[in-house]
């Protein structure tokens, strides 16, 4: 009975060095550990240590340089047939930095959303609805500083809460929150790019050598 050796790979794996092994970039498993454990350093590639930045590979360039060096074993690949090796630098710890694109972000965000809002209900002209409504009902005129005004900015503020299901480390629900969906959704198209216009580059060379 032959060795079976099971490849998982995922779309994008981030390394932080520029020599990269076969389980830097993958989860592997054999019946066979003395295998496992040649297969487990095997060298995939060495990056430009000075070029941070993304790279596509294919799975079958793995099959043939394991193939290469065990021609009796037997591969399964699970997951991704192409994927993303992202190269960063091991980031240099500075706290100074990073709290000032976490201050950055947060008044960008807060002074966006509220500028959004006040663009909204002047677009709907709301102060003039919620006069409407107070003199409707009582008989009186607003001074703009009534029950419906006062609700409809705690409202604004529990929905946005509720909404996002996120308030510091505090959640709502175990759900991942609207914010993360959409990261992941944004981080998905960007790897099919990639790996897209990886696959056109190599057909238009290939069609060119030809």
Same mark, same amino acid.
Request: charged share 20%; proline share 6%; with cysteine.
């Given at each position: 009975?032959s060795?079976t /050796?099971h490849?998982?790979?995922?779309?994008?794996?981030e390394?932080h060095?520029?020599?990269?092994?076969l389980?830097d970039?993958?989860?592997?498993s054999?019946n066979?550990?003395k295998?496992?454990n040649?297969?487990?350093?095997?060298?995939?590639?060495?990056?430009n @240590?000075?070029?941070?930045g993304?790279?596509?590979?294919?799975?079958?360039d /793995?099959?043939?340089?394991?193939?290469?060096?065990e @021609?009796n074993l037997?591969?399964?690949?699970?997951?991704?047939?192409?994927?993303?090796?992202?190269?960063?630098?091991?980031p240099m710890?500075?706290?100074v930095?990073?709290?000032?694109?976490?201050?950055?972000?947060c008044?960008?965000t807060?002074?966006g959303a509220?500028?959004?809002?006040?663009?909204?209900? +002047?677009?709907?002209?709301?102060?003039?609805?919620?006069?409407?409504?107070y003199?409707?009902?009582?008989?009186?005129?607003?001074?703009?500083?009534?029950?419906?005004e006062?609700?409809y900015?705690?409202?604004?503020?529990l929905g =946005?809460l509720f909404?996002?299901?996120?308030?510091g480390?505090?959640k709502?629900t175990?759900?991942?929150?609207?914010?993360?969906?959409?990261?992941?959704?944004y981080?998905?198209? =960007?790897n099919?790019?990639?790996?897209?216009?990886?696959?056109?580059l190599?057909? +238009?060379?290939?069609?060119?050598?030809?």
């Open positions: 009975m060795d /050796l490849i998982q790979l995922e779309e994008n794996v390394v060095h520029p020599h990269i092994y389980q970039i993958a989860k592997l054999c066979n550990p295998v496992l040649r297969v487990r350093v095997m060298p995939v590639t060495n990056l @240590p000075d070029k941070p993304r790279y596509v590979m294919s799975v079958m /793995l099959v043939k340089e394991i193939q290469q060096k @021609p037997d591969i399964n690949t699970i997951g991704e047939p192409d994927f993303i090796i992202t190269y960063q630098k091991e710890p500075n706290l930095w990073r709290w000032c694109k976490v201050i950055f972000v008044l960008a807060f002074f509220a500028f959004s809002i006040m663009t909204f209900n +002047n677009d709907v002209d709301v102060p003039a609805l919620f006069r409407q409504i003199l409707q009902v009582t008989g009186q005129t607003s001074n703009n500083f009534t029950i419906l006062i609700s900015s705690v409202g604004i503020g =946005v909404f996002f299901n996120h308030f480390r505090l709502l175990d759900d991942p929150t609207p914010m993360q969906v959409q990261m992941r959704l981080e998905n198209d =960007v099919t790019t990639i790996i897209e216009d990886a696959d056109r190599m057909e +238009n060379q290939e069609q060119n050598n030809n």
